[in-house]
């Protein structure tokens, strides 16, 4: 069924894509209308792809008039050929359905459970519906008189995006909604686009009931926050260079993105917060070309590895890298059926790993190290070729961070800070202990320092 | 009376017999609005009207004591530290430039870091703090963090002459002993154990967590804390590392108000104050710290300065709007803090009797900000 659809899809999309961008550029929106005013929203963005519900063709019609791309949203329990009656250019398929998705003429994108996408195929679109609300998660300190603690934790995706795009080059789609009952404020969107963008993916742009319903009267104070949201998504969209670099720290997590990979507040987020740049490598793909670079390896994997790819560890070590296997008997554990977080039990058995791989760490500079950076994530990206490389940041403060400093180990002399803001600007770079660093000066919502040689 | 009644009383009956020899030294208050505004000017001018730095700096070794309480990543409505309840990295500068320029040969500022004995260099970056702007300050800038040995090889001893509180001996990182001047730099806020957090109860921050730390070692001190000291020295769990020798009433109480007090009254000794200098331009109300419910940010807009610490901490404490010679109970001593300047008055290190200090600059009336 799936050579089926694939071959069908194959005969079909030359001629879709001569009228519609290429899958792998669709920049996505739930769109909550049917009436085509509503696209005048879209003009002038980089917004290019509506997902609706129950498509009417004279919508579509509309759609395909300005150049958008018209996704027909199917749950489980729907007939997809109803869609297609409104001449849709593509459908998804958006739930946990029983059985694989029928064949279509027209491009498919799976909105899977976690535990159900199909890492490393051949779609040009990878997606789930199933994702954390990311931000700061709330001080469980509410006593009087708490005590200062050491870190901030941050809900996020980040993980869980870097182990699937480990898998394969595909897009990958985030495609969870905003939390219900809840006006989600501007800089709370931003942050969650910022955040799948830094880690190479597209959150499809989803609007709480509030800015559905203020959009749709056009307040000004919701056209306000949709020019923001745009704008960040044209300010990713407009560097798809970007998009097209993999991570690029000296530090790799051996992981099997079908397991623990793929569950939110696992290792890879842990290191994340501690703004070490990590790079995940499936373990299916564990080469010495995977390695390349990287100084210290964690083995998640324990004696799930086959013996070549213990081989490349042992490599690894041999010629001088640092490896963490995880306890005897370790067992990365595959997500329950729905669930994308770890539970308390699954938390507490990841301590003593997570105890060795922080004394791993330490306070090395595995790459790159930022400093006054609490309230953000961070992601270290590699150009192919190794001439430039990037530090996006994303802040998920209320509050724009002043005084971020970067030191970076790699032989880049030049440095530009890029921001959705319109700053570009040269940064002065100056030499440290360990290699160079540059200041920064503020950070809103997100902030790009590209590194060049 | 209890034992424990009785304990109490005699770890303060110093108070009873020094409080009226307790020396005066004059205090200069300055109004700053912001952290815009030319600090190291208002800085220089009260050092100008407290008769000039440069007879007690000028090629001396001067360590500062800087006060960043609790971890870089605890902030308060997502404001930089340096606003709220760290001092901010503009008065470090405009200090260091002072002491430079009044001669000073090298400038170490030091603290023990929140559960880290790691480079300060790199807990000042991780405060939004630029290091380089503040070792371009002066010549012979440097840094040190005393939460463990740091630098030094041994750490330093300080015995205490005659009755100590808490304990008969604070082992410290060398810095506190290898230096001819030792500057309090703190800020201007409120303390849920202390009532006030200046310049007395910033130098609790010079207390290692190698040994006095919740993770210290039961013998040996451990070099890489990664805890507060809350069991040892605010409840009183357990004893220190044995390299340091143990409380001298053990039991006699569990409570941070009665013994944190004491044990920043007794640092006060061991380890005089040659400047205390206050960074009130902005700070936080209701307590030290982010972690204390009902904490606001405060703009009180003023720098203060002397060269007594428990003189210029009345002053302050005035300046808040709360009498420095209140009791436990009172503003701002609430619950079970123990006024900490009067028990250093207690051990002779200053006066709290503001009748007694000469204030100059700006009128404590007209500086007052209140907290309450």
Same mark, same amino acid.
């Given at each position: 069924?799936?050579?089926?659809?694939?071959?069908?899809?194959?005969?079909?999309?030359?001629?879709?894509?001569?009228?519609?961008?290429?899958?792998?550029?669709?920049?996505?929106?739930?769109?909550?209308?049917?009436?085509?005013?509503?696209?005048?929203?879209?003009?002038?963005?980089?917004?290019?792809?509506?997902?609706?519900?129950?498509?009417?063709?004279?919508?579509?019609?509309?759609?395909?008039?300005?150049?958008?791309?018209?996704?027909?949203?199917?749950?489980?329990?729907?007939?997809?050929?109803?869609?297609?009656?409104?001449?849709?250019?593509?459908?998804?398929?958006?739930?946990?359905?029983?059985?694989?998705?029928?064949?279509?003429?027209?491009?498919?994108?799976?909105?899977?459970?976690?535990?159900?996408?199909?890492?490393?195929?051949?779609?040009?679109?990878?997606?789930?519906?199933?994702?954390?609300?990311?931000?700061?998660?709330?001080?469980?300190?509410?006593?009087?008189?708490?005590?200062?603690?050491?870190?901030?934790?941050?809900?996020?995706?980040?993980?869980?995006?870097?182990?699937?795009?480990?898998?394969?080059?595909?897009?990958?789609?985030?495609?969870?909604?905003?939390?219900?009952?809840?006006?989600?404020?501007?800089?709370?969107?931003?942050?969650?686009?910022?955040?799948?963008?830094?880690?190479?993916?597209?959150?499809?742009?989803?609007?709480?009931?509030?800015?559905?319903?203020?959009?749709?009267?056009?307040?000004?104070?919701?056209?306000?926050?949709?020019?923001? %949201?745009?704008?960040?998504?044209?300010?990713?969209?407009?560097?798809?260079?970007?998009?097209?670099?993999?991570?690029?720290?000296?530090?790799?997590?051996?992981?099997?993105?079908?397991?623990?990979?793929?569950?939110?507040?696992?290792?890879?987020?842990?290191?994340?917060?501690?703004?070490?740049?990590?790079?995940?490598?499936?373990?299916?793909?564990?080469?010495?070309?995977?390695?390349?670079?990287?100084?210290?390896?964690?083995?998640?994997?324990?004696?799930?590895?086959?013996?070549?790819?213990?081989?490349?560890?042992?490599?690894?070590?041999?010629?001088?890298?640092?490896?963490?296997?995880?306890?005897?008997?370790?067992?990365?554990?595959?997500?329950?059926?729905?669930?994308?977080?770890?539970?308390?039990?699954?938390?507490?058995?990841?301590?003593?790993?997570?105890?060795?791989?922080?004394?791993?760490?330490?306070?090395?500079?595995?790459?790159?190290?930022?400093?006054?950076?609490?309230?953000?994530?961070?992601?270290?990206?590699?150009?192919?070729?190794?001439?430039?490389?990037?530090?996006?940041?994303?802040?998920?403060?209320?509050?724009?961070?002043?005084?971020?400093?970067?030191?970076?180990?790699?032989?880049?002399?030049?440095?530009?800070? %890029?921001?959705?803001?319109? %700053?570009?600007?040269?940064?002065?770079?100056?030499?440290?202990?360990?290699?160079?660093?540059?200041? %920064?000066?503020?950070?809103?919502?997100?902030?790009?320092?590209?590194?060049?040689? | 009376?209890?034992?424990?009644?009785?304990?109490?009383?005699?770890? *303060?009956?110093?108070?009873?017999?020094?409080?009226?020899?307790?020396?005066?030294?004059?205090?200069?208050?300055?109004?700053?609005?912001?952290?815009?505004?030319?600090?190291?000017?208002?800085?220089?001018?009260?050092?100008?009207?407290?008769?000039?730095?440069?007879?007690?700096?000028?090629?001396? *070794?001067?360590?500062?004591?800087?006060?960043?309480?609790?971890?870089?990543?605890?902030?308060?409505?997502?404001?930089?530290?340096?606003?709220?309840?760290?001092?901010?990295?503009?008065?470090?500068?405009?200090?260091?430039?002072?002491?430079?320029?009044?001669?000073?040969?090298?400038?170490?500022?030091?603290?023990?870091?929140?559960?880290?004995?790691?480079?300060?260099?790199?807990?000042?970056?991780?405060? +939004?703090?630029?290091?380089?702007?503040?070792?371009?300050?002066?010549?012979?800038?440097?840094?040190?963090?005393?939460?463990?040995?740091?630098?030094?090889?041994?750490?330093?001893?300080?015995?205490?002459?005659?009755?100590?509180?808490?304990?008969?001996?604070?082992?410290?990182?060398?810095?506190?002993?290898?230096?001819?001047?030792?500057?309090?730099?703190?800020?201007?806020?409120?303390?849920?154990?202390?009532?006030?957090?200046?310049?007395?109860?910033?130098?609790?921050?010079?207390?290692?967590?190698?040994?006095?730390?919740?993770?210290?070692?039961?013998?040996?001190?451990?070099?890489?804390?990664?805890?507060?000291?809350?069991?040892?020295?605010?409840?009183?769990?357990?004893?220190?590392?044995?390299?340091?020798?143990?409380?001298?009433?053990?039991?006699?109480?569990?409570?941070?108000?009665?013994?944190?007090?004491?044990?920043?009254?007794?640092?006060?000794?061991?380890?005089?104050?040659?400047?205390?200098?206050?960074?009130?331009?902005?700070?936080?109300?209701?307590?030290?710290?982010?972690?204390?419910?009902?904490?606001?940010?405060?703009?009180?807009?003023?720098?203060?300065?002397?060269?007594?610490?428990?003189?210029?901490?009345?002053?302050? *404490?005035?300046?808040?709007?709360?009498?420095?010679?209140?009791?436990?109970?009172?503003?701002?001593?609430?619950?079970?803090?123990?006024?900490?300047?009067?028990?250093?008055?207690?051990? +002779?290190?200053?006066?709290?009797?503001?009748?007694?200090?000469?204030?100059?600059?700006?009128?404590?009336?007209?500086?007052?900000?209140?907290?309450?």
């Amino acid at each position: 069924m799936r050579m089926l659809r694939a071959a069908v899809l194959a005969g079909f999309l030359p001629l879709v894509c001569a009228a519609i961008p290429k899958p792998a550029d669709w920049v996505p929106v739930r769109w909550p209308w049917m009436d085509a005013a509503s696209l005048d929203l879209l003009q002038g963005t980089a917004v290019n792809c509506v997902l609706v519900r129950h498509p009417e063709p004279a919508f579509t019609q509309a759609a395909t008039a300005r150049g958008i791309v018209t996704l027909a949203v199917i749950t489980p329990g729907e007939d997809a050929n109803l869609a297609l009656a409104a001449k849709v250019d593509g459908v998804v398929f958006e739930g946990d359905f029983p059985a694989e998705p029928p064949a279509l003429p027209v491009p498919v994108v799976e909105l899977a459970p976690r535990y159900k996408m199909k890492l490393g195929g051949s779609a040009p679109i990878v997606g789930t519906y199933q994702g954390v609300w990311p931000g700061i998660a709330a001080n469980e300190g509410a006593s009087a008189h708490a005590g200062p603690t050491s870190s901030v934790w941050i809900d996020t995706n980040t993980g869980f995006l870097r182990a699937v795009r480990a898998f394969g080059a595909s897009s990958v789609w985030l495609a969870n909604q905003p939390p219900e009952k809840t006006a989600v404020s501007t800089a709370r969107y931003q942050q969650v686009i910022a955040e799948a963008a830094i880690s190479g993916a597209r959150w499809v742009i989803a609007f709480d009931a509030d800015l559905t319903a203020r959009l749709a009267r056009r307040e000004e104070g919701a056209l306000g926050t949709w020019r923001k %949201i745009t704008a960040l998504a044209a300010y990713f969209e407009s560097h798809p260079e970007w998009r097209a670099m993999r991570e690029n720290g000296q530090l790799a997590v051996v992981q099997d993105p079908e397991k623990g990979g793929l569950l939110s507040g696992g290792i890879l987020d842990m290191i994340a917060v501690k703004h070490t740049p990590v790079r995940p490598v499936a373990g299916d793909r564990l080469s010495p070309q995977a390695l390349e670079g990287a100084t210290m390896a964690v083995n998640i994997e324990g004696d799930d590895l086959t013996a070549p790819q213990r081989q490349v560890l042992r490599d690894f070590t041999r010629s001088g890298g640092m490896l963490l296997n995880g306890p005897p008997g370790w067992k990365d554990p595959a997500p329950p059926t729905g669930k994308i977080t770890l539970d308390n039990a699954e938390l507490q058995r990841l301590s003593d790993m997570w105890k060795d791989v922080n004394n791993l760490i330490g306070r090395r500079n595995m790459g790159v190290r930022l400093f006054n950076v609490s309230s953000m994530l961070s992601n270290y990206l590699g150009a192919p070729d190794g001439k430039s490389a990037v530090v996006h940041l994303v802040n998920y403060a209320d509050y724009p961070v002043e005084s971020v400093t970067l030191h970076y180990l790699a032989d880049f002399p030049h440095a530009t800070l %890029i921001t959705p803001e319109g %700053i570009n600007k040269a940064l002065e770079v100056y030499k440290t202990d360990e290699g160079w660093g540059v200041d %920064i000066d503020r950070v809103v919502v997100c902030a790009t320092i590209r590194l060049e040689k | 009376m209890t034992r424990r009644e009785w304990l109490a009383l005699i770890s *303060t009956a110093p108070l009873l017999r020094a409080a009226p020899e307790a020396p005066s030294a004059p205090v200069a208050i300055a109004k700053c609005s912001t952290y815009d505004e030319d600090v190291t000017a208002k800085l220089s001018t009260l050092f100008d009207q407290l008769g000039g730095i440069g007879g007690l700096v000028r090629n001396k *070794t001067v360590t500062v004591k800087v006060n960043m309480t609790g971890p870089p990543s605890q902030r308060l409505q997502g404001l930089a530290l340096g606003r709220t309840h760290y001092v901010h990295p503009k008065v470090v500068g405009a200090v260091a430039h002072e002491l430079g320029r009044a001669g000073a040969r090298r400038i170490n500022f030091v603290e023990s870091a929140w559960a880290t004995a790691g480079p300060l260099e790199d807990v000042m970056l991780d405060s +939004g703090w630029n290091v380089r702007t503040i070792l371009a300050a002066a010549p012979g800038v440097e840094f040190e963090n005393t939460n463990g040995l740091g630098k030094g090889k041994r750490y330093a001893r300080f015995k205490f002459p005659g009755t100590a509180y808490m304990y008969p001996e604070y082992v410290l990182n060398h810095a506190y002993e290898d230096t001819d001047v030792f500057v309090s730099l703190a800020k201007l806020k409120q303390h849920y154990d202390c009532g006030v957090t200046l310049s007395l109860k910033n130098c609790f921050g010079c207390v290692p967590a190698s040994i006095y730390g919740d993770d210290a070692g039961a013998d040996d001190p451990n070099e890489k804390p990664t805890r507060g000291r809350s069991d040892v020295v605010h409840f009183g769990k357990r004893q220190p590392a044995k390299i340091a020798p143990p409380e001298l009433h053990p039991g006699f109480s569990n409570t941070g108000g009665v013994r944190v007090s004491r044990v920043v009254a007794d640092l006060s000794v061991v380890r005089p104050i040659h400047l205390a200098i206050i960074d009130g331009i902005e700070s936080m109300a209701g307590g030290e710290g982010p972690w204390i419910r009902g904490v606001r940010p405060a703009h009180p807009g003023v720098l203060i300065a002397g060269l007594n610490p428990v003189c210029t901490d009345a002053v302050s *404490t005035a300046v808040m709007g709360f009498n420095p010679r209140a009791g436990k109970g009172e503003a701002p001593f609430f619950r079970d803090a123990d006024n900490t300047l009067t028990l250093a008055e207690a051990h +002779g290190s200053g006066t709290t009797d503001l009748k007694r200090i000469d204030v100059r600059g700006v009128a404590i009336a007209e500086a007052m900000y209140k907290f309450l």
